[in-house]
Protein backbone atom coordinates (compact mmCIF):
# COMPACT_ATOMS: atom_id res chain seq x y z
CA UNK A 1 0.00 0.00 0.00
CA UNK A 2 1.44 3.24 -0.50
CA UNK A 3 1.16 6.34 1.60
CA UNK A 4 -1.59 9.32 0.42
CA UNK A 5 -0.04 11.49 -2.41
CA UNK A 6 -2.36 14.34 -1.86
CA UNK A 7 -3.54 16.38 1.38
CA UNK A 8 -7.00 16.56 -0.58
CA UNK A 9 -7.29 12.18 -0.44
CA UNK A 10 -9.34 11.15 2.34
CA UNK A 11 -10.00 7.74 1.55
CA UNK A 12 -12.81 8.21 0.29
CA UNK A 13 -14.07 8.89 -3.34
CA UNK A 14 -17.02 7.59 -4.83
CA UNK A 15 -17.30 7.57 -9.33
CA UNK A 16 -19.91 9.97 -8.99
CA UNK A 17 -17.12 12.55 -7.33
CA UNK A 18 -15.85 12.46 -11.19
CA UNK A 19 -16.69 14.09 -13.89
CA UNK A 20 -14.58 12.16 -16.47
CA UNK A 21 -15.80 7.93 -16.19
CA UNK A 22 -15.03 5.41 -18.08
CA UNK A 23 -14.72 1.50 -17.50
CA UNK A 24 -12.04 -1.19 -18.67
CA UNK A 25 -13.13 -4.91 -19.19
CA UNK A 26 -10.77 -7.26 -17.10
CA UNK A 27 -9.23 -9.91 -18.99
CA UNK A 28 -7.91 -13.24 -17.53
CA UNK A 29 -4.47 -12.39 -19.45
CA UNK A 30 -4.34 -9.63 -17.11
CA UNK A 31 -3.90 -11.68 -13.61
CA UNK A 32 -0.52 -12.53 -12.64
CA UNK A 33 0.47 -15.74 -10.61
CA UNK A 34 -1.47 -14.87 -7.29
CA UNK A 35 -4.77 -14.81 -9.37
CA UNK A 36 -5.18 -10.94 -9.18
CA UNK A 37 -4.78 -8.18 -11.98
CA UNK A 38 -1.20 -7.42 -12.75
CA UNK A 39 -0.52 -4.32 -11.19
CA UNK A 40 1.83 -2.94 -14.60
CA UNK A 41 -2.30 -3.27 -15.81
CA UNK A 42 -3.05 -0.60 -13.36
CA UNK A 43 -1.71 1.80 -15.75
CA UNK A 44 -3.09 0.90 -18.72
CA UNK A 45 -6.78 1.61 -16.93
CA UNK A 46 -5.50 4.81 -16.24
CA UNK A 47 -4.40 5.41 -19.40
CA UNK A 48 -7.68 4.57 -20.64
CA UNK A 49 -9.23 7.33 -18.09
CA UNK A 50 -6.89 9.97 -19.59
CA UNK A 51 -7.69 8.99 -23.55
CA UNK A 52 -11.34 8.80 -23.07
CA UNK A 53 -11.17 12.13 -21.15
CA UNK A 54 -9.48 13.92 -24.04
CA UNK A 55 -11.40 12.29 -26.48
CA UNK A 56 -15.04 13.65 -24.83
CA UNK A 57 -17.97 14.30 -27.10
CA UNK A 58 -16.27 13.49 -30.15
CA UNK A 59 -13.46 15.98 -30.30
CA UNK A 60 -9.52 15.37 -29.29
CA UNK A 61 -9.04 18.38 -27.06
CA UNK A 62 -5.94 18.86 -27.60
CA UNK A 63 -4.23 21.99 -29.70
CA UNK A 64 -3.43 21.43 -33.54
CA UNK A 65 0.02 20.04 -33.94
CA UNK A 66 0.57 18.98 -30.39
CA UNK A 67 0.78 15.64 -28.02
CA UNK A 68 0.62 15.06 -24.59
CA UNK A 69 3.60 13.25 -22.45
CA UNK A 70 3.30 11.93 -18.64
CA UNK A 71 5.67 13.99 -16.70
CA UNK A 72 4.72 12.85 -13.59
CA UNK A 73 2.56 9.20 -12.31
CA UNK A 74 2.06 8.45 -8.85
CA UNK A 75 0.40 5.58 -8.63
CA UNK A 76 -1.25 4.37 -4.78
CA UNK A 77 -2.56 -0.13 -4.94
CA UNK A 78 -5.27 0.21 -2.44
CA UNK A 79 -6.83 -3.35 -3.45
CA UNK A 80 -6.67 -6.11 -5.43
CA UNK A 81 -8.37 -6.12 -8.42
CA UNK A 82 -9.88 -9.63 -9.16
CA UNK A 83 -10.97 -11.14 -12.07
CA UNK A 84 -13.45 -11.35 -14.10
CA UNK A 85 -15.78 -8.18 -14.41
CA UNK A 86 -15.07 -4.79 -14.94
CA UNK A 87 -13.06 -1.60 -13.46
CA UNK A 88 -14.35 1.85 -13.42
CA UNK A 89 -12.59 4.69 -13.90
CA UNK A 90 -12.97 7.97 -12.54
CA UNK A 91 -10.81 11.38 -13.78
CA UNK A 92 -11.34 14.69 -12.73
CA UNK A 93 -8.51 17.51 -13.13
CA UNK A 94 -6.95 19.00 -10.00
CA UNK A 95 -5.39 22.03 -11.53
CA UNK A 96 -5.01 23.97 -14.84
CA UNK A 97 -1.46 25.26 -15.74
CA UNK A 98 0.31 27.16 -18.84
CA UNK A 99 0.96 23.70 -20.51
CA UNK A 100 -0.18 21.33 -18.26
CA UNK A 101 -2.74 19.76 -16.58
CA UNK A 102 -2.77 17.39 -12.91
CA UNK A 103 -5.49 15.00 -12.53
CA UNK A 104 -6.54 12.67 -10.06
CA UNK A 105 -7.66 8.86 -10.60
CA UNK A 106 -9.30 6.30 -9.20
CA UNK A 107 -10.10 2.89 -10.09
CA UNK A 108 -13.25 1.10 -8.36
CA UNK A 109 -13.87 -2.74 -8.99
CA UNK A 110 -17.54 -2.61 -7.48
CA UNK A 111 -17.93 0.54 -5.20
CA UNK A 112 -14.94 -0.28 -3.76
CA UNK A 113 -11.79 2.09 -4.18
CA UNK A 114 -8.82 0.23 -5.49
CA UNK A 115 -5.78 2.24 -6.70
CA UNK A 116 -5.65 6.14 -6.89
CA UNK A 117 -3.05 7.90 -8.88
CA UNK A 118 -2.03 11.46 -9.63
CA UNK A 119 -0.73 12.45 -13.46
CA UNK A 120 0.44 15.69 -14.92
CA UNK A 121 0.32 15.17 -18.06
CA UNK A 122 2.23 18.34 -20.27
CA UNK A 123 1.33 19.62 -23.58
CA UNK A 124 4.17 19.29 -26.32
CA UNK A 125 4.77 21.12 -29.40
CA UNK A 126 4.98 17.31 -31.58
CA UNK A 127 7.36 19.80 -33.66
CA UNK A 128 9.56 21.31 -30.72
CA UNK A 129 9.42 18.72 -28.33
CA UNK A 130 8.97 21.51 -26.23
CA UNK A 131 6.08 22.38 -23.56
CA UNK A 132 2.82 24.11 -25.56
CA UNK A 133 1.23 26.66 -23.77
CA UNK A 134 -2.85 25.41 -24.05
CA UNK A 135 -5.12 27.34 -26.00
CA UNK A 136 -8.25 29.02 -24.06
CA UNK A 137 -10.49 26.31 -25.88
CA UNK A 138 -8.41 23.83 -24.49
CA UNK A 139 -7.83 24.97 -20.93
CA UNK A 140 -11.28 25.53 -20.33
CA UNK A 141 -12.19 21.99 -21.63
CA UNK A 142 -9.86 21.12 -18.53
CA UNK A 143 -11.14 23.76 -16.33
CA UNK A 144 -14.83 22.01 -16.37
CA UNK A 145 -13.23 18.67 -15.59
CA UNK A 146 -12.41 20.28 -11.97
CA UNK A 147 -14.09 19.08 -8.90
Request: hydrophobic letters at 40%.
Amino acid sequence: MGGETSKSWDGSRELEDFPARSFDKLRYGDTDRQGHVNNAVFSTFLETGRVEMLRSGGTLHIDPGCEFVIASLQLDFLGEILWPGQVDIGTRVMRVGRSSVQLEQVLFQGRRVMARAETVMVQVNGSTHRSQPFSPEVAAHFAALQA
